[in-house]
């Protein structure tokens, strides 16, 4: 699933337009990155948690050339999914 098909199920299922309906999906989604941007939690019950993990600079190397290459301190999102989503994505698998 990507953006599009979100705002097409929302428009069909809430009978709205498409422009309210893209605008409900780009606030939700703002919203998620401006709180992780101030490094906060985002937990979703049943379905999982985001956050931010920070990583520390290492030396790497490029595959391409074998040459070093320093890697400088980032910061990652990071996705912990929920026991309830596990549940029912297993029992789907299974």
């Known amino acids: ?13 809430e009978n709205l337009t498409e422009k309210v309906a893209t605008d409900i999906v780009n606030l939700v989604f703002d919203g998620f990155v401006n709180e992780l941007k101030k490094g906060g939690r985002i937990e979703i019950r ?3 948690a985001f956050s931010v993990r920070e990583y520390d600079a290492y030396k790497g190397w490029n595959p ?3 040459s070093k290459v320093e890697v400088k301190s980032k910061k990652m999102p990071f996705f912990k999914v929920g026991r309830e989503l ?4 297993d029992k789907v698998i299974k």
């Open 1 to 13: 699933m990507v953006k599009s098909d979100l705002i097409e199920k929302l428009v069909k299922k």
């Open 46 to 48: 049943g379905f999982g």
């Open 64 to 66: 391409k050339t074998g």
């Open 86 to 89: 596990k549940k029912r994505v």
